[in-house]
C-alpha cells in the first residue's frame, strides 16, 4: 500500500492483541480529509485503543496505518495533528494560558504565534473569563473545553476527539458541534468517537461502526437524507395483498392498528408506492418518511446487548 | 530538540511546587539549625578545658563529616521521593497522552523530565550543602578538603537514584516505584557497611557481598568517595564510620556508577518508547 495522500487516514488490516486478547482486527478505514467521521461502537468494541494506534500511543500488532500520508508513529506529522484524550487531565497548577502556551510550544509554536493564538483560542471555548486560572478545581466540562482548546491551538489539519461532549451541559455541545464544523469548513478532519449518536447524527458526515474490533458498516450520513427513509402511514383498508405487495420497495412492512410502517431505500420510490397503496384500495389520511434515527441502525448494526 | 528543554522547564516547575520539595527544604533548614547548635555546644564545651587544636580541628571536621553525611541522605531520599511520580503517576492518569502526542518523541519527553529534575536535585543539593558548610565555617572556621568534588559527588548520586525511578516509573505504578527505589537505596546502604567492615574483617565473603551490594545500587560508594574527597586524611585513616572511610571506592568503581547512569538512562528511554501509554 502506498502511502496515500487523498485520504487523511488510511488503515489496512490494523491489528493489536493484548496477549491472547485481540483488541483490534482487521480494522481498514478510509477518513476522506476535509470530512468530520464518526467512529462507533459499543463499550469494548476496540474504539479507543484503535485511536490510540493511529496516535501512535499504542503500537500495532499487525497492518498498516497512514495518518495525513505518514505511517503511523512518525513524529513530524504530528506538528499537524490534533487530539483531545477521552479523559483529558493536565498539571492543574497551571492556568489555562499557561496550559495552552505549553501545549502550543510542544508542537512547535513560535512566541509571536502563541501571543495571537492563544488569546484566540480560549475565546473560542468560551473560558475567557478563565484565562488566568489554574486548573485546579475545574470542572469536567471546563477541562473538556481546555482539552479542546489544546487540541486546536496549533490550528492542526487532522483533529483526534475522543467523546468530546461527555461532560459538557447543552451549550457547551453546541460549541463544539459549531467549532467542529468551523474546522472542517477551514479544510481539517475531524475523527469523533462518541457514544451519543444524536450528537453524531447531527454533526457527523461520515460514519463507521466497529464491533469487536472490526468495521460492520459503514454510513455517509450527506446522502442518508435521500435513502433509509422510514414512512409511516395512517390508513384504513390495508389488505393482507397491499401489504405483500410493497416487497419490490420494502421487505419490512407491516401494518397494525391503523399504520402502516416501512422502510425504503430511496426518496425516489414513494410515488410508486403511494400508486401501488391507493390502487389497492387502501384510503391514506397521513403519508410521512422519515429519515431512521442513528441510534436504531446502531441497535440493528450492533444486534442485541448481550452483556460485555 | 526545543521539545526537551520545554519538557525540562515544565518538569522543573512542577518539580519546583511539590510541596514536598519544600517540606524537603524545610528540614533541611531545621537540621542546619540543630546541626549549628550541636556544633556550638561543641565548641563552648572545648573552650571550656584547654583543648590540643589539632584534636580539636580532628574532632570539628568529623562533626562537618556528620552534617554532610545528613545533607547527603536527605538528598537521595528527597530525589526519589519527588520523581516516583513523574512517569509513572502521569503513565496511570493518561496525563502523558495529551504529551506523547505532541511532535516530540518520546526519548525528549524522558530526557526532558529527567533534566528537569536534574536541575532541581542540583540545586537542592547546593543549597543545603553550602548550607552545612557555611555553618561549620562560620562556628568552628572548619572548611572541607575538597568542597566541588564532594557537592558534584552527592550530585551524581542523586542522579543515580533519579535514573533509577525514570527507569522503574516506565515500567511500574508509583508505589512500587518508590518502594523499589528505596529498597535499593538500603541495598546501597548495607553495601556501603559491609564494604566498611571488611577493613577489619578477614572474611572474604563479607567483602564479596558487599562489593556486589554496591554493584547492585552504587550511590552510596558515591557518598563514601565524596567523604574521602572532603574528609581531613588523618580522619580517614583513624576512624570507623560512614563518615569517614576504611575502603575507598577507587576510580573504577566512580567509572562503574557512570557506566551504571548511562545504561539505566538507556534502558529506561527504551523502554519508554516501546511501551503502550
Known amino acids: 500500500m502506498n502511502a496515500p495522500a487523498d485520504y487523511a487516514i488510511e488503515t489496512r488490516n490494523l ?9 483490534v482486527r482487521n480494522l481498514s478505514l478510509q477518513v476522506p480529509r476535509g470530512t468530520i467521521f464518526g467512529f462507533l461502537g459499543p463499550n469494548g468494541a476496540g474504539k479507543s485503543t484503535s485511536i490510540k494506534m493511529l496516535l501512535g500511543l499504542v503500537k500495532p500488532t499487525g497492518g498498516q496505518a497512514y495518518v495525513l500520508g505518514a505511517p503511523v508513529g512518525d513524529v513530524e506529522v504530528r506538528r499537524r495533528i490534533g487530539f483531545l484524550p477521552e479523559d483529558f487531565r493536565f498539571y492543574d497548577w497551571l492556568t489555562v494560558t499557561e496550559l495552552l502556551q505549553l501545549h502550543g510550544r510542544l508542537c512547535g509554536m513560535t512566541a509571536a504565534k502563541l501571543r495571537e493564538r492563544v488569546p484566540a483560542v480560549i475565546e473560542l471555548v468560551g473560558l475567557t473569563a478563565h484565562s488566568d486560572r489554574r486548573l485546579r478545581g475545574f470542572s469536567k466540562g471546563m477541562l473538556q473545553r481546555i482539552g479542546l482548546a489544546q487540541a486546536l491551538v496549533h490550528e492542526p489539519d487532522l483533529v483526534f476527539l475522543d467523546e468530546p461532549t461527555s461532560g459538557l451541559d447543552p451549550m457547551g455541545r453546541r460549541m463544539v458541534r459549531d467549532i467542529l464544523r468551523a474546522e472542517r469548513d477551514r479544510g481539517a478532519t475531524v475523527f469523533l468517537n462518541s457514544h451519543l449518536l444524536s450528537e453524531i447524527e447531527v454533526t457527523c ?41 410493497l416487497e419490490p420497495w420494502s421487505t419490512s412492512a407491516h401494518f397494525e392498528s391503523g399504520q402502516l410502517t416501512f422502510t425504503v431505500r430511496s426518496r425516489s420510490v414513494l410515488p410508486d408506492v403511494m400508486r401501488h397503496l391507493v390502487a389497492s384500495g387502501a384510503d391514506i389520511f397521513a403519508f410521512t418518511p422519515e429519515r431512521v434515527p442513528l441510534e436504531e441502525l446502531f441497535m440493528k448494526i450492533m444486534g442485541e446487548d448481550r452483556g460485555l | 530538540m526545543n521539545g526537551i528543554w520545554t519538557m525540562a522547564g515544565v518538569t522543573f516547575k512542577e518539580a519546583a511546587r511539590r510541596r514536598i520539595l519544600w517540606t524537603a527544604l524545610i528540614a533541611g533548614v531545621l537540621l542546619l539549625a540543630i546541626f549549628a547548635v550541636a556544633l556550638r555546644l561543641q565548641v563552648l564545651e572545648f573552650e571550656s578545658r584547654a583543648m590540643s587544636p589539632f584534636v580539636r580541628y580532628q574532632v570539628e571536621s568529623g562533626m562537618l563529616m556528620v552534617g554532610l553525611y545528613t545533607c547527603d541522605l536527605l538528598a537521595v531520599v528527597m ?4 520523581s516516583i511520580d513523574t512517569l509513572a503517576g502521569e503513565i496511570s492518569s493518561g496525563t502523558i497522552q495529551a504529551i506523547a502526542t505532541k511532535p516530540v518523541a518520546r526519548w525528549q519527553i524522558f ?6 529534575f536534574t ?9 543545603t550543602f553550602s548550607g552545612t558548610v557555611a555553618v561549620a565555617y562560620w562556628v568552628t572556621g572548619v572548611v572541607p578538603e575538597h568542597p566541588v568534588r564532594g557537592v ?12 533509577v525511578t525514570f527507569l522503574l516509573g516506565t515500567r511500574f505504578g508509583t508505589l512500587t516505584n518508590g518502594v523499589l527505589a528505596l529498597g535499593l537505596q538500603g541495598v546501597a546502604f548495607m553495601g556501603g557497611w559491609l564494604e566498611q567492615v571488611s577493613g577489619f574483617s578477614q572474611s572474604a565473603h563479607i567483602v564479596t557481598l558487599g562489593i556486589v551490594s554496591s554493584l547492585i545500587m552504587p550511590t552510596e560508594s558515591l557518598w563514601r568517595r565524596a567523604a574521602y574527597e572532603m574528609q581531613t586524611p588523618l580522619a580517614g585513616s583513624l576512624s570507623f564510620s560512614p563518615f569517614a572511610n576504611v575502603s575507598i571506592p577507587s576510580a573504577p568503581a566512580l567509572a562503574y556508577a557512570g557506566v551504571f547512569l548511562v545504561i539505566v538512562l538507556s534502558v529506561g528511554t527504551w523502554q519508554f518508547n516501546r511501551r503502550d501509554l
Not at chain 1, 15 to 20: C, I, L, R
Not at chain 2, 152 to 163: D, G, H, K, W
Open chain 1, 15 to 23: 491489528e493489536k492483541a493484548f496477549g491472547s486478547k485481540v483488541a
Open chain 1, 205 to 245: 458526515d461520515q460514519v463507521v461502526f466497529i464491533k469487536e474490533g472490526e468495521v460492520v458498516a459503514s454510513h455517509d450520513l450527506r446522502a442518508r437524507s435521500e435513502d433509509d427513509l422510514r414512512v409511516v402511514a395512517h390508513a384504513r383498508n390495508v389488505s393482507d395483498e397491499a401489504v405483500l405487495g
Open chain 2, 79 to 82: 530525589t526519589i521521593l519527588t
Open chain 2, 111 to 116: 530526557a526532558g523530565k529527567f533534566l528537569g
Open chain 2, 119 to 127: 536541575g532541581m536535585v542540583t540545586a537542592y543539593v547546593i543549597l
Open chain 2, 152 to 163: 558534584a559527588l552527592i550530585v551524581f548520586e542523586c542522579l543515580l537514584a533519579l535514573s
